[in-house]
Structures are given as structure tokens and as C-alpha cells.
């Protein structure tokens, strides 16, 4: 049997963990924006939306690396952009129209690529394989990440000015429709740097607790940001380590291990914590 430090020495070992620490920190990182625009769920629409865009990739151009990644993109700007038109030209709002067009989406790309007999890369790109991410997956995961975290860090002042008080961003003369558009893009981009290592239907996981985690103990909008990325990046090792001798499957351990952190935060926190509340409202 193979030990754990005779796993370590191997190269997928070492590319997993790498990865783990990388993607971990770049969506924590990017975790703050979508905790403080209070986009979750519209993150999770997202995130489930990218399969049809891979499913008709593979359809058209076969099973490749960059097949997928092309399609990844062009589904979530798709049903991103395919709701807010949806909305601008009905009755109806944009998280109905997201609701209908992830969904149908969602349905149909499974469907077809069940039909396409790819079900390994089916479930992979469902729930993720980090110890499967080739080099490439890694250079490209690692170009994302710096992107995003560089991105948002030359930006973080108009951000928060912009997520708090809008209307203050534009007259202070911050392009509020176009920083609305490129935030939206950062996302979107992370959200396909992390599509090989926790999977669709995992992703938003990964996306959102780091930074609802930290924003538990802090005030600071900026302190989101770094705490969101260490918690993200401490948790995704943490849970490479636990799962090779708990036999468990690392993307979902890495979600069930934030998970945690952020339910540990919820009951402890002494400001915002669940017994702290108790308190004051008793």
C-alpha cells in the first residue's frame, strides 16, 4: 500500500498541492468582492452554467484542454449577459431570468454529454479532480490567479467605494458601468481557473466562504480580501492533507473543510457569532 509521503514525492502530489494553495488563495481573494456585492447565489448560477458551454464544445470541436476553456467562457457570459437582457426586455428580474437560463442550460449540457460518452470527464468537470490537473492546467489556473488578485488589488479603492455607495463612485468620476462589467469578468475567470480542481457544481463553495468567514470577525472591507485569500488558501491545503488518509475525495474535502471554518466562525465570533446575537438580543 502506498504511504502518504510516497504519494507526496509524486509529481501529481506536488502539482495538487501546489494548486491547492494557489486556486485557494486567488478565490478567497475574490471571495471579498462577491461577499460584499452580496452575488452569491448569482456566483452559484454561474458556476452550474458553465457546463452546457463545455458540453457544446466538445460537440463541435472534440475533447481537448482548450475546447473546454473556450466554452467554460462563453457559457457564463452567456447566461450572464442572457439574463440581464432578459430583464432589460421583459417584466421579469434578473435572478428569475438567471433561475431559467442556468437551469435549462444546465439540463441540456448534461444530457449531451452523456450522449457524447465522456462520463469520466463528466464527473470530473462536475465535482472536480485537482490531482488530475496537468501542467498546463496549472499554468493556466496560475496566469488566471495573478490576474484576478492583481486586478483587484489596484482596484480595491473605487471597489469598495463602488459596493457601498455608488452613487458617490460616479461622482467622484469612477467609470461605475465599466468597473460593474470587468469585476463581472474577474469572477467569471476565476470561476474557470478552479472548474478542473473542485468541479461546477463545487466552485461557488470555494467562492464565498473564505471572505463570509472573515467577514464574521471584521468591519474592515478590506481586510476581506487578504483574509479571504489565507483562509482560502489555508483551508485548500488543509484538506489535502486530510483527505489522502481519510480516503476522501480532496475537491469536496476542500468545500467541506471551509465549510467548517466558516460554522466554527458563525458560533464563536464574539461580535457576530450565533451566541453573541443570543446575547444581545436576550
Known amino acids: 500500500m502506498t504511504t502518504f509521503a510516497d504519494f507526496l514525492d509524486e509529481p501529481i502530489a ?154 458617490v463612485a460616479a461622482s467622484l468620476g469612477v467609470p461605475v458601468r465599466l468597473l460593474n462589467y470587468a469585476l463581472f469578468g474577474i469572477v467569471i475567470l476565476v470561476l474557470i481557473s478552479s472548474l478542473q480542481a473542485v468541479g461546477c457544481i463545487l466552485s461557488v463553495g470555494l467562492l464565498v466562504a473564505p471572505a463570509a468567514t472573515v467577514y464574521l470577525f471584521s468591519n474592515s472591507a478590506r481586510s476581506l480580501f487578504l483574509g479571504g485569500g489565507i483562509i482560502g488558501a489555508l483551508g485548500s491545503v488543509a484538506a489535502f492533507f486530510l483527505s489522502y488518509p481519510l480516503g476522501w475525495h480532496i475537491s469536496s474535502t476542500i468545500v467541506l473543510v471551509l465549510g467548517t471554518i466558516f460554522a466554527i466562525a458563525y458560533i464563536t465570533s464574539p461580535k457576530y457569532g450565533l451566541f453573541s446575537r443570543r446575547k444581545q438580543s436576550g
Not at 112 to 128: A, H, I, M, S, Y
Open 14 to 167: 506536488k502539482r495538487a498541492l501546489l494548486a491547492c494553495a494557489m486556486i485557494g488563495f486567488s478565490n478567497g481573494f475574490t471571495s471579498a468582492f462577491v461577499v460584499l456585492n452580496k452575488s452569491a447565489l448569482k456566483v452559484g448560477t454561474l458556476s452550474h452554467g458553465l457546463l452546457p458551454g463545455i458540453a457544446l464544445s466538445v460537440f463541435f470541436f472534440g475533447l481537448s484542454q482548450w475546447s473546454a476553456l473556450a466554452g467554460a467562457i462563453f457559457a457564463a457570459m452567456f447566461i450572464g449577459l442572457g439574463s440581464l437582457f432578459v430583464a432589460r426586455t421583459s417584466r421579469l428580474d434578473q435572478d428569475t431570468a438567471l433561475g431559467i437560463l442556468y437551469t435549462a442550460g444546465f439540463a441540456g449540457g448534461y444530457i449531451l454529454l452523456t450522449r457524447l460518452n465522456v462520463r469520466q470527464k463528466l464527473d470530473e468537470w462536475l465535482f472536480g479532480s485537482i490531482v488530475g490537473m496537468a501542467d498546463s492546467d496549472l499554468w493556466i489556473a496560475f496566469g488566471i490567479s495573478v490576474i484576478a488578485v492583481m486586478t483587484l488589488t489596484a482596484l480595491q479603492r473605487p471597489l469598495v467605494i463602488f459596493l457601498f455607495e455608488p452613487n
